[in-house]
C-alpha cells in the first residue's frame, strides 16, 4: 500500500514511533507479519484428531512454508490450541531436547537458522520464542535440519550435500553422493539433485538421503520439464551410491522402529522401505511432504501442487489436494484424523514433541489474542528450564 508523504517533521516522527509496535514484527523482523490473512489461519478437523494429540499429550510443529507460518497444534486442557510465529519461508524443523531448542530453517535469500526456546510469562503455557538467528549464504537453498550426536545438520540442496552447522554460525559440507564428482571435482556450484532430506542415523555415514534424481541432467530440478516419474532416489550415507529407486519427487525420509519411511510426493503416498523398494503404506489426498512419528502413529502432511509443478504429482489429482495433516495408525493403514487449512498451501516439514516441553508458539489462531498479552509476553519472558 502506498502511503502518503508526511507533510511536517512531526507527522513524519509520528509515524516512525507508531512503527514495530506489535510484538509479530519484531520478533520476525517482518513489517507486515502483524497483518496476517485470517484465512490462512481457519482449520477443519475429521475423524479423532484432537482426541489423538490429547492421548498422545504431544505438541506438532509443522512449517507451511509459502504462507510464512509455524504452526503449533496441541490438545491443552481447555481444549484444542493452535498457535503460530510469522517466519519467512520455513522449511526444515529440528527439536533439540536436551539443550530445549528448536531449529527452524528460514529459506528466503539469504537462508537463518532460527532457535527457539520455551518461555515463560502467561501463567504455567510454555510458549516458544525466538531467541537467536543464524545468517547463513541464500545459494545453500536450505530444506531438511537434523541432529545427529549432538550437531546440527541441514540438506543444503543448492550445492547437493549435507552440512553441519558450526556453533559460530558457519557451516561444512561433510557428505554429497558420488554422483555429482568428476574429474575436476564435486559439483557444489547449483542444484542438479534436489537432495532435500535426512533419514538421521547417529552420523551422516549410517543415515540416507532423498533426491528427485541419481545424476546430474541437461535440465535443473527447478526447470518445469525436468524428468521426475520414478526417478527419484534415496541414496545410503555409507556408500554415498542409491539403495531405493523408482520414487517421484521424494521428501521427508526418516528412520522409525529400525525401517527406512519416505513420502512419495509426486503420488500423495507414505511409503516403507522393503526389498530396494518403496512400499505404499498409505496414500493421501495430497502431494506428501512432513513426516513424525509417535507411538504407532505417523503425521503426515499433505500439500496442494505449485500449478506451474503440476508436472511433478503424476499420481496425483490435483483438484482434490488439500493442505494439512493426516495421523496415520502404521499398523492398519488407516487415517485416524486430520486437520485441514482450507486456504493453506505447502507444508515442508512437521515434528513432535512431548507438551511438557513446550506448548505452542506465541500467536493464537483461533482468536485474536489482546496486543497487551502478546506484549507482555515478549516484554518479560523468562526462558522455562
Not at 519467512?88 to 537458522?113: E, F, K, W
Not at 553422493?177 to 547449483?190: L, S
Request: net charge positive.
Amino acid at each position: 500500500m502506498k502511503q502518503t508523504r508526511p507533510r511536517t517533521p512531526e507527522d513524519a516522527w509520528k509515524r516512525s514511533d507508531a512503527e514495530w509496535r506489535d510484538p509479530a514484527q519484531v520478533v520476525s523482523q517482518w513489517s507486515a507479519a502483524g497483518n496476517i490473512d485470517p484465512q490462512l489461519l481457519k482449520f477443519k478437523t475429521r475423524g479423532d484428531w484432537w482426541d489423538i494429540l490429547a492421548e498422545s499429550r504431544i505438541t506438532l510443529l509443522v512449517s507451511r512454508e509459502y504462507e510464512h507460518l509455524l504452526m503449533a497444534l496441541a490438545a491443552g486442557q481447555g481444549g484444542p490450541e493452535v498457535s503460530f510465529l510469522p517466519v519467512r519461508h520455513p522449511s526444515g524443523i529440528a527439536i533439540d531436547r536436551r539443550r530445549r531448542l528448536v531449529h527452524v530453517a528460514s529459506t528466503r535469500n539469504p537462508n537463518q537458522i532460527v532457535d527457539l526456546a520455551p518461555a515463560r510469562a502467561i501463567g504455567q503455557r510454555r510458549t516458544l520464542v525466538p531467541v537467536r538467528s543464524k545468517f547463513l549464504p541464500g545459494r545453500l537453498y536450505l530444506h531438511d535440519l537434523v541432529l545427529m550426536g549432538g550437531e546440527l545438520y541441514a540438506t543444503a540442496v543448492g550445492e547437493n550435500a549435507i552440512i553441519r552447522i558450526n556453533a559460530d554460525g558457519g557451516y561444512r559440507r561433510v557428505w554429497w553422493p558420488r554422483a555429482i564428482e568428476n574429474r575436476r571435482g564435486p559439483r557444489f556450484d547449483q542444484n542438479y539433485l534436489q537432495l532435500n532430506s535426512i533419514a538421521a542415523g547417529t552420523k551422516p555415514a549410517d543415515s540416507f538421503f532423498s533426491a528427485s534424481s541419481e545424476k546430474v541432467l541437461t535440465l535443473r530440478p527447478g526447470h518445469p520439464n525436468f524428468p521426475v516419474d520414478k526417478r527419484g532416489v534415496i541414496f545410503s550415507g555409507a556408500t554415498r551410491e542409491p539403495v531405493v529407486r523408482g520414487l517421484t519427487r521424494p521428501h521427508s525420509a526418516r528412520i522409525y522402529r529400525r525401517k527406512l519411511w519416505v513420502n512419495n510426493s509426486g503420488y500423495g503416498e507414505l511409503c516403507v522401505v522393503k526389498d530396494a523398494r518403496g512400499e505404499t503404506a498409505v496414500r493421501l489426498p495430497g502431494w506428501t511432504r512432513g513426516l513424525a512419528f509417535h507411538k504407532g502413529i505417523a503425521f503426515v502432511g499433505t500439500s496442494r501442487v505449485i500449478p506451474r509443478f503440476r508436472q511433478y504429482a503424476p499420481g496425483l489429482d490435483l483438484a482434490k489436494s488439500e493442505c494439512g495433516v493426516h495421523a496415520v495408525d502404521l499398523r492398519s493403514g488407516r487415517v485416524l484424523g486430520s486437520l485441514i487449512w482450507p486456504f493453506g498451501n505447502q507444508i515442508f516439514a512437521i515434528e513432535a514433541s512431548l507438551s511438557r516441553m513446550f506448548s505452542g508458539l506465541p500467536f493464537v489462531a483461533a482468536r485474536k489474542r489482546p496486543l497487551e498479552e502478546e506484549q507482555k509476553l515478549f516484554y518479560a519472558f523468562e526462558i522455562a528450564r
